[in-house]
């Protein structure tokens, strides 16, 4: 689904996953930190070989600098000398060789695309190429001056996905009262609802995000009035219909709804699309094991965010000066131990369980966080379809440490609303009994709903444990992952350290468990 390169957190043990598609990691030399390459980049050394200058980069030039110890990389049309990064790049020498010497911009967007590379290699600046700057995403592509003419109108064709899709093209409106502002989108989608739609207002400038399914539809204006600061957002599921209704500061006849910015009214792919943060306030923090606790978020009055089971976001910080991102995946604040209500997330707050690194930068800084203070947090992300789980008799979720969070609204959701499962099963890998998380409500869980079983497993129990030890393997899955019966469709969802979820998959496959069967979240 996503590979999450370790740039803001450099703990190898680091157990918060998202999901599949990543590569492994490579182990990093002492001293070579993202610590220490902040340090690096502050320290005044020349990096680029320049001796302060930025030059232009013609494409024969770049080719040149095409080895280890001379390596140019062109991003967006900014070349880059990283040969200083080689030995603090976390994804290794070879993964940066890829791109030695060349355009390495889809290949930083399979893979970092959520990375601040400006920030990062900053002080890495050769110059911009002196060819034609490489073509900027597809959302930026029409003038200005065109989209004020489609303020109010449908797409433009050129925008469009081809011919055949100009019915299934998201459009919008917008009209007022004396008090109120709503802008409609027409989403001409069936089965609509408030996780696919995302909608921000900040500082006068709505941003209204549709998401069908790889594609995203964007409303976004600099609003010709203030608005105060809360929002409503009603969603006709069965026409498709999107109501975005802002109250006025002031009541005054608007003119016009407002200046489009350069990304209003495009359907693009979700992956063409620049991630977008939002601040949330630091609500509450409580401890769930001796390196594991639970932040509340709480999102702005002026959004509406709502993220899907099986998906991420990134939490950003400013830490030694240098920006830095990390992906983790909302938890429930509990999990469903009475059905009759399931636990309360309004969308009003995200739930973050979150082990604590002693060296790691990143969430020693949340760590540190007060109660009150802000970190921005993005749009979701992930391919993880419900789909998956509504088709399966059988759920198998294989966990460790705190591959566990993806789980949590695994488990919710299967419980909950799905009910053509016959059998959910979590096996759960951890170090010691201290180190299980929600243990006792996972054993409440098991006792209250008799489709799930929950099993404990420890590779470094005390003599006193009666559980199941040791790592994971295929004797000990061919043991817990067993179909109800042969003709039963399975899911196997994996999630926890790179090696655990390699071994893993690859047991499973040996077991004779098919790649279809096998969802991983992976770093």
């Known amino acids: 689904m996503l590979n999450v390169p370790p740039h803001a957190f450099p703990a190898p043990s680091s157990q918060q996953r998202v999901a599949a598609g990543g590569r492994a990691k490579v182990p990093l030399k002492p001293g070579r930190s993202l610590m220490d390459w902040i340090r690096l980049t502050k320290s005044g050394k020349d990096l680029t070989g320049l001796k302060g200058r930025v030059i232009e980069v013609t494409e024969d030039e770049l080719a040149k600098h095409n080895k280890k110890e001379d390596c140019w990389i062109c991003i967006r049309g900014f070349v880059y000398n990283v040969t200083p990064y080689m030995e603090y790049h976390p994804g290794g020498e070879d993964e940066l060789m890829k791109a030695a010497g060349a355009d390495g911009t889809d290949l930083f967007d399979q893979v970092h695309r959520w990375v601040n590379y400006e920030s990062m290699l900053k002080e890495c600046l050769v110059g911009r190429m002196a060819v034609k700057p ?18 109010n109108g449908m ?7 081809g011919a055949s899709a100009k019915d299934l093209t998201p459009s919008y409106d917008w009209f007022q009262t004396d008090s109120l502002i709503t802008v409609v989108i027409y989403t001409k989608q069936k089965d609509m609802n408030a996780e696919l739609v995302i909608v921000d207002c900040q500082d006068k400038q709505l941003r209204g995000e549709i998401i069908v399914d790889d594609y995203s539809y964007l409303v976004q204006v600099d609003l010709d009035r203030a608005v105060q600061e809360d929002i409503t957002v009603n969603i006709v599921e069965k026409v498709g219909k999107v109501e975005i209704i802002l109250k006025k500061k002031d009541n005054i006849h608007w003119k016009m709804l407002g200046q489009p910015l350069e990304s209003h009214n495009t359907f693009i792919k979700r992956t063409d699309r620049g991630l977008f943060y939002r601040k949330c306030k630091l609500v509450s923090k409580t401890e769930v094991t001796h390196d594991t606790k639970l932040l509340c978020l709480m999102l702005p009055k002026s959004t509406h965010l709502h993220v899907p089971t099986g998906q991420h976001v990134y939490l950003k910080q400013i830490v030694a000066g240098t920006e830095v991102v990390k992906p983790y995946t909302p938890v429930l604040p509990f999990l469903p131990l009475d059905f009759k209500e399931t636990p309360h997330h309004d969308g009003a707050h995200i739930y973050l369980m979150i082990k604590i690194y002693s060296c790691g930068l990143f969430t020693q800084a949340l760590d540190h966080l007060q109660i009150g203070d802000y970190i921005s947090v993005s749009n979701p992300e992930g391919n993880f379809k419900k789909s998956q789980i509504q088709t399966s008799e059988d ?34 890998f951890n170090k010691t009994e201290d180190d299980i998380l929600w243990r006792n409500q996972l054993e409440q869980l098991a006792l209250k709903d008799e489709r799930f079983e929950v099993q404990f497993v420890l590779s470094e129990p005390t003599k006193d444990w009666v559980g199941k030890q040791g790592k994971i393997s295929s004797s000990l899955l061919s043991e817990f992952v067993k179909r109800s019966r042969k003709d039963f469709k399975v899911l196997i969802c994996i999630c926890g ?12 496959k040996d077991l004779g468990y098919s790649q279809e069967e096998i969802h991983a979240f992976t770093a």
Request: glycine share 4%.
């Open 134 to 151: 490489i073509a900027a995403p597809k959302e930026f592509s029409s003038p200005l001056s065109e989209e004020k003419k489609q303020l």
């Open 155 to 161: 797409l433009p064709e050129k925008k469009v996905l």
């Open 395 to 428: 759920l198998f979720l294989l966990a460790a440490g705190t591959g566990f969070t993806p789980m949590v609204k695994l488990l919710n959701f299967a419980l909950t609303e799905v009910n053509c499962l016959r059998t959910v099963k979590l096996i759960f």
């Open 497 to 508: 350290p790179t090696p655990f979820t390699e071994q893993g998959v690859q047991c499973l």
